[in-house]
């Protein structure tokens, strides 16, 4: 079965990802790793940069983890091994760029439900992580 998968989580919608970390480590076994991703917008681009204080990429990245801890500490415990990521960047090509460093055999991705007008405009994150992993990739609803 599976031995690693990497869980990308979006903090806007904390239930939903709450709910599926749970689902998620209900369907693991002792011995199997979850490593939780965040992705924080592309701060790094100098443009953007440029408009945030000294320190701010830091200080949300920071942030980022901690919220990521806790939601592991809360929602998994003990039960398997977890560890904590934050990338910056697009969030498709971060999570298919950190399941491959990671050596990732899955990438466990909650699927939001959004209306057909947001997925032609914004397009969709699991769409493009599906159609780009290198591994499997589980949509949890």
Known sequence: MFTKALFPVDLEDIVTAEHALKYLNGILSKGQEIHLLGVLPGFNMPVVASYFPEGAIETAIAAMEHQL????????????????????????????????????????????????????????????????????????R
């Open 69 to 140: 801890t806790e939601l592991a500490e809360l929602n998994l415990g003990d039960s398997v091994h977890w560890e904590v990521h934050v990338a910056e960047g697009a969030p498709h090509r971060e999570i298919v760029k950190t399941a491959d460093r990671l050596g990732c055999d899955l990438i466990a991705i909650p699927s939001h439900n959004h209306s057909l007008v947001e997925k032609v405009l914004l397009g969709s994150v699991t769409t493009k992580v599906v159609e780009q992993a290198s591994c499997s990739v589980f949509v949890m």
